[in-house]
């Protein structure tokens, strides 16, 4: 059965920092690209950030340069470490697991505001 299971969120200040993580048990990271989405009150879900299984990683114009995807595939662990935040980056964050099929978390909040 796979599972992914995000942590980390909170609230947070304009400005601050917040790493997320999202463990995930019944598949191999090596065999899928895994990635971060997200979702604000009131819009749909809209792609964050993913790294492939060889490395690479891609990011959305609007976190590029203060948002940053990485895994370790020893742990089965995804991060996504977010800087410099800002209000319109508060949403549920959601891990996605996807190959053939598509596998998400339940997400985790995320709040930016004073």
């Known amino acids: 059965q796979v599972q992914l299971v995000e942590a980390g969120g909170g609230l947070v200040q304009p400005g601050g920092s917040l790493k997320l993580s999202c463990a995930a048990s019944?598949?191999?990271?090596?065999?899928?690209?895994m990635g971060w989405y997200r979702q604000a009150p009131g819009k749909q879900r809209e792609f964050v950030a993913e790294?492939?299984?060889?490395?690479?990683?891609n990011h959305a114009d609007s976190v590029k340069g203060r948002f940053t995807i990485s895994s370790d595939a020893n742990k089965n662990t995804l991060y996504l470490e977010m800087d410099s935040l800002k209000p319109e980056d508060t949403a549920v964050y959601y891990c996605?697991?996807?190959?053939?099929?598509?596998?998400w978390g339940r997400g985790t909040q995320v709040t930016v505001a004073t």
């Open positions: 790294i492939h299984n060889v490395g690479t990683t």
């Open positions: 019944g598949i191999s990271f090596r065999m899928y690209t």
């Open positions: 996605n697991a996807r190959a053939v099929v598509s596998y």
